[in-house]
């Protein structure tokens, strides 16, 4: 029996779950914690679990790791029943996880060595995910994940094919392409692929995969063969979610992003004339600090004009060693408000985008009982429950207004 296994953050973390799950088959009363970095609130959910764990499973053997172990290792050791903290690198090699294991460690590890990080398994879930980068080589001023990550790291296009082909032959039936920064893969590989010519070669080589999704890209990173395909090609979905984060100039610059709010718009503009109908999704932080009233009005009134559907919205969180952590504040009753905010204007456009689609036909992914999501990432509730992992066609009968309701066509 496989580590039990407490995922907090991204679809990388999720991603590095099974791969543990993976390394852990043998593991007894164990549990594996694996942290988020990139706000506060994820750290307390992560400390606030491991306590519980502690005070109502005394004997069981708690591992953390993930970022926020990465960043400061010995606060998270000094928690009550942790017994061992990995980084994020160590997490990942098999002999981290194979102390006392036995005489079958050694067969054990050379399988694994000739395909690392191979996943064929996600626990509950009807999609997997790939790790096609990892790292980051940007500081935007907010953020404390490349500290907790590293550079940017790509994996060759070689090794992502046997992975997805793997997970095809293992029943999945629609893979999402994840890393810290996946639009800056492939300059350190040789040839310097970029993320569109890794999605094309997938999909060629793969022909039998029927859905593609990738993760957040940054919108001033999109190569040419990826526009390509969200033009021409049925099996990348519909759907870009982008790391846009404000909807102010002086605040991206600030952030040190890379875009401004011209050029944000300009990609999800031409996205929509290459794709009519895509889903366009957003993160975005709440009160970053220097953030005025007036600066604040312009990210919502950028947002309320993209109107995009689908919006991941975070109050600013203070990640001590950033420089946006020694920025003036903005008080957090106003960071909470503003958000709520950004989070309304995001469900009228989830509302608008859904309504569109009742009394049409929809490519539905099933998960689990009675509910699934469309190609555009819709989450949409069936008449009746299926088959999870299925990829079948459902004709939308109404709204609730953040979900589409279907029968089977």
Same mark, same amino acid.
């Given at each position: ?12 973390? !999720?991603?590095? +779950?099974?791969? @543990? ?32 764990? =502690?005070?109502? *499973? ?18 998270? =050791?000094?928690?009550? /029943? ?32 000739? !395909? ?53 032959? !293992? ?15 492939? #300059? ?39 526009? *390509? ?32 709010? !011209? ?23 709440? /009160?970053? #600090? ?10 919502? /009134? ?18 001590? /060693? ?5 920025? #003036? ?13 950004? *989070? ?39 008449? +009746?429950?299926?088959? #999870?992992?299925?990829? @079948? ?12 309701? =279907?029968?089977?066509?």
């Amino acid at each position: 029996m496989s580590a039990e296994i407490l995922t907090f953050g991204c679809r990388l973390n !999720a991603y590095e +779950s099974e791969v @543990m799950r993976s390394f852990t088959a043998d593991a007894v009363d164990t549990v594996i914690v694996n942290t988020c970095a990139v706000t506060a609130e994820a750290e307390r959910q992560a400390r606030q679990a491991i306590r519980r764990l =502690a005070r109502e *499973r005394p004997d069981t053997k708690i591992v953390v790791t993930g970022c926020a172990a990465q960043i400061d290792p010995g606060s998270w =050791a000094a928690l009550p /029943g942790v017994s061992r903290v990995l980084g994020n690198e160590d997490k990942l090699k098999p002999e981290s996880w194979v102390a006392g294991a036995g005489s079958a460690v050694s067969d054990i590890m050379a399988a694994r060595e000739t !395909a690392p990080h191979m996943v064929t398994e996600f626990a509950g879930r009807a999609r997997a995910f790939v790790q096609v980068q990892q790292g980051c080589d940007h500081r935007c001023t907010f953020c404390i994940i490349p500290f907790g990550r590293g550079p940017n790291r790509s994996v060759p296009i070689g090794v992502a094919v046997t992975q997805v082909r793997s997970l095809v032959e !293992a029943g999945f039936r629609e893979i999402v392409l994840t890393g810290v920064d996946i639009a800056s893969y492939g #300059p350190d590989l040789p040839g310097s692929p970029t993320l569109g010519q890794l999605a094309r070669r997938l999909l060629a080589l793969v022909p039998e995969l029927p859905r593609l999704r990738l993760s957040s890209i940054d919108p001033a990173a999109i190569d040419e063969d990826l526009w *390509r395909l969200i033009a021409e090609e049925p099996r990348l979905m519909p759907h870009l979610h982008l790391s846009l984060q404000a909807g102010s100039d002086l605040i991206l610059k600030r952030m040190k992003r890379r875009h401004l709010t !011209a050029n944000a718009m300009a990609t999800i503009d031409r996205a929509r004339s290459l794709r009519p109908g895509i889903a366009i999704g957003a993160d975005l932080i709440a /009160g970053f #600090p220097t953030e005025t009233d007036a600066l604040f009005k312009e990210t919502l /009134g950028f947002v309320e004009a993209a109107d995009m559907p689908f919006l991941h919205v975070f109050p600013y969180s203070e990640r001590p /060693g950033t420089p946006a952590a020694r920025m #003036p504040a903005v008080g957090k009753s106003v960071r909470r408000e503003r958000a709520a905010l950004l *989070r309304a204007a995001g469900a009228r456009a989830a509302e608008r985008f859904l309504a569109v689609h009742v009394g049409r036909d929809i490519a539905l992914l099933t998960e689990s009982g009675d509910t699934g999501h469309s190609e555009h990432f819709a989450p949409v509730r069936l008449a +009746s429950a299926a088959e #999870p992992g299925r990829v @079948m066609t459902a004709r939308v009968t109404g709204s609730t207004g953040s979900v589409l309701l =279907a029968e089977a066509a």
